[in-house]
């Protein structure tokens, strides 16, 4: 069971837009530490897509946006493409114990 | 461009060793912090260790801790995972990941990755 919640599966057709919840605690999220979002495709390596909790790398486009609330975080996809379907996780620092960095368990995102 | 290319995995035994490495380049090596993250078979990620940029301080899951060593060699832009006590459960790709942050290790993130080397625990 990990420390971050994130929903198995998202779905969404074409151009809509969907959101991918990531729930923490008061050891993480709820402390104040960022929340930081990964892409994964199937055989392929991690891709980050947002850190600092809402701060996109350069090449990411701005159709992904992250924002973060109490002991929650979200990630918005909008006008949604066919190559966006994959797995994604939110990643944080916990405090609870020894220095940990945390993941979440990924939520699968499958474009209608 | 960064790269980093990870090599040295396999299939070993329960209670056997493997040691990986990560080639890193297109950045300067001894600047930053650099981690190892695994992902089991049908699982999700999990952070495994990481080691400072200059002064090598480590730190590790408690899944590992005590098993696994990590380590750098700044002057060959060289990560290195030992991996000792092979766990059935320590069957994963293991990805090299150069980690950065802004304010302090509770900000850091993953900002670039390997593909990945892929081990296997089984008799």
């Known amino acids: 069971q990990s420390v971050l919640t994130q929903p198995p599966s998202v779905s969404g057709a074409p151009g809509q837009r969907v959101t991918i919840a990531c729930t923490g605690s008061s050891s993480n999220i709820g402390a104040g530490h960022d929340v930081h979002w990964y892409q994964k495709l199937p055989g392929t390596a991690p891709k980050l897509l947002i850190y600092?909790?809402?701060n996109r790398p350069s090449g990411v486009p701005d159709r992904f946006s992250g924002s973060k609330s109490g002991t929650s975080a979200s990630l918005a996809i909008t006008g949604l493409q066919a190559e966006d379907e994959a797995d994604y996780y939110c990643q944080a620092y916990d405090s609870r114990v020894s220095v940990n960095w945390v993941f979440g368990g990924g939520t699968k995102l499958t474009v209608l | 461009e960064v790269q980093l290319l990870e090599s040295g995995g396999g299939l070993v035994q329960p209670g056997g060793s493997l040691r990986l490495s990560c080639a890193a380049s297109?950045?300067?090596?001894?600047?930053?912090?650099m981690s190892w993250v695994r992902q089991a078979p049908g699982k999700g990620l999990e952070w495994v260790s990481t080691?400072?940029?200059?002064?090598?301080?480590?730190y590790y899951a408690d899944s590992v801790r005590g098993r696994f060593t990590i380590s750098r060699d700044n002057s060959k832009n060289t990560l290195f995972l030992q991996l000792n006590g092979l766990r059935a459960e320590d069957t994963a790709v293991y990805y090299c990941?150069?980690?950065?942050?802004?304010?302090?290790?509770?900000?850091?993130?993953?900002?670039?990755w390997g593909q990945g080397t892929l081990v296997t625990v089984s008799s």
């Open positions: 297109g950045f300067t090596f001894s600047n930053y912090a």
């Open positions: 080691i400072s940029g200059y002064t090598g301080n480590t």
């Open positions: 990941a150069k980690f950065r942050g802004s304010n302090g290790y509770q900000s850091y993130y993953f900002d670039s």
């Open positions: 600092g909790s809402s």
